[in-house]
Every structure is written in C-alpha cells, then in structure tokens.
C-alpha cells in the first residue's frame, strides 16, 4: 500500500510543536533557545505512552531537565533586559517566577499522587512557552532591535550610546 503524507515522526505526532518562522523574535540567540525549549516538549510527548508507571518514571528525569533549562534561558533574557535597561524587566521576571513556581507546584503535586498524563503536562508547557513567546518575548525582543545597530556583518550590535540613560 501506498502511504500518503509525511510519515509521523511519533505516535503523538499531532502533539508536536514544529518550529515556525512566525516564531522567530530576530534575535539567533533567544530563538536557539526557545527551540531546545519546543524540543524538550516534543520529548515529552514522545513518552507519553498511556502508561502511568513508564510516564511517571519519564516525568522524574524531564522535570529536572525541563527546569534547568527553563531557568538558564530565563536568566539570558533577563540579563539582556537588564544590560538594556529594558523598562519592563520587572512585570517580565515576575511572569518568568510565576512559571517556574507553576512548574514545580505541578511537580510536587505528581510525586504526591495527583494524576496528571504527560499530555496535558506536555500542552501545559507548550502553550505557555508558545504565549510568552508571542507576547512578553516578541515585546522586549522588538525593543531590543530598536536600540541595537547592525553591523556590516549582518549581526546586531549594542553598544554603551545605544542604552537609554
Ligand atoms: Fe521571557
Ligand atoms: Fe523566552
């Protein structure tokens, strides 16, 4: 039999988050980064097999792996924030906190045996990886590209003149 379309790259493959250019915020750094962010979630759609012993096994490891990340790219974008003296820093830390808090509550919550499926955490993290992007990111990101220069090379530049006093 002939198979039409593009072969699944998972059984959850209607979970996955593909990469999009309408994602792109300009700035190569914060995009490396939220992509490894919309792997991490594709991974945990990967092991969602509807076995809550094999899930809750998965869960232990990704949830350590999903917060480090979380926190080492949350901590890039507040020092871009800060070395730009970005106007809007505190009501960004505070959404980034409020995440991490969320993430770990839900966390703690799991381990105490509250049933969660590694699909809803999956959708839980993706669509709030996806908003902030489109939002509070895409905000600073903008405000980042207007106040750097562009070099010769193509690549954007900051220097001291460029940060509002
Ligand atoms: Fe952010
Ligand atoms: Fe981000």
Not at 27 to 49: C, P, Y
Not at 66 to 81: G, L, N, Q, S
Not at 91 to 107: D, G, N
């Amino acid at each position: 039999m002939i198979s039409k379309g593009p072969v699944p790259i998972s059984k959850n493959d209607k979970d996955q988050v593909k990469w999009s250019e309408s994602y792109s915020l300009g700035i190569k750094l914060i995009d490396d980064q939220h992509k490894e962010l919309l792997n991490i979630v594709n991974d945990i759609f990967n092991h969602a097999s509807g076995n809550d012993r094999e899930e809750h096994e998965y869960f232990k490891t990704v949830i350590k792996q999903a917060v480090d990340y979380v926190k080492y790219h949350f901590a890039t974008e507040e020092k871009i924030m800060i070395s730009t003296k970005y106007r809007e820093y505190d009501i960004h830390k505070k959404s980034h906190e409020e995440f991490i808090l969320k993430v770990l509550q839900t966390a703690k919550d799991y381990q105490a045996g509250k049933r969660l499926t590694l699909t809803s955490f999956g959708y839980f993290l993706k669509d709030w990886v996806l908003s902030h992007i489109a939002v509070m990111d895409k905000k600073y990101c903008d405000y980042f590209r207007g106040i750097a220069t562009k070099k010769a090379d193509g690549k954007l530049h900051l220097s001291l003149a460029d940060i509002p006093t």
